[in-house]
């Protein structure tokens, strides 16, 4: 089975504050997304990434950068967190470079910017 | 940006009631239409998907039915389950050659006993 890791279930930070989320995956998938969920709005794509070093922006990057040194780990970047940041956010990875892969997702984190 | 539609934003049904829930897509070109299912506390799961080359596919108790000239497509749950209460999404293909979904906005279903 795939297995994605996201570093926290839970974090609290503070407005200003710059917030890294990590994720990591055990699969050697080129493909890696950053969502973030929030109630009637669904998925909203963020960033994603299908080789090491390479990214490009999804539906909402403002406010966010990505790092992606290695394959297995995908990094999401609050730059100066805002308290309209404040989400679950998901990582996922998506297969190589064939199109029309599933996605797995990891188990989320939830960010409370206060 | 292409969009996927979904309705309806929650439902409520008792045991053995047959719930479904309706997608909407834009993009004639889209070629791929997965669900996926999310319970509390963590992350969506694949749970069946679709090609439009057929108009229906069962796994178990899901069934997805597409429609393409209506450009819809719709998941039925048979029997529906206590346990099969969770949120379910939608998703087509977001274009390029990276494996990107566009995703629907979520339908909370809860069976109740």
Known sequence: DVKVTQSSRYLVKRTGEKVFLECVQDMDHENMFWYRQDPGLGLRLIYFSYDVKMKEKGDIPEGYSVSREKKERFSLILESASTNQTSMYLCATGGNREVNQPQHFGDGTRLSIL | ?113
Request: charged share 15%; glycine share 10%.
């Open chain 2, 1 to 113: 940006q292409q969009q996927v539609k979904q309705s309806p934003q929650s439902l409520i049904v008792q045991k053995g009631g047959i719930p479904i829930i309706n997608c909407a897509y834009e993009n004639t070109a889209f070629d791929y239409f997965p669900w996926y299912q999310q319970f509390p506390g963590k992350g969506p799961a694949l749970l069946i998907a679709i090609r439009p080359d057929v108009s229906e596919k069962k796994e178990g108790r899901f069934t997805i039915s597409f429609n393409k000239s209506a450009k819809q497509f719709s998941l039925h749950i048979m029997d529906s389950q206590p346990g099969d209460s969770a949120t379910y999404f939608c998703a087509a293909p977001g274009g390029g050659a990276t494996n990107k979904l566009i995703f629907g906005t979520g339908t909370l279903l809860a069976v109740q006993p």
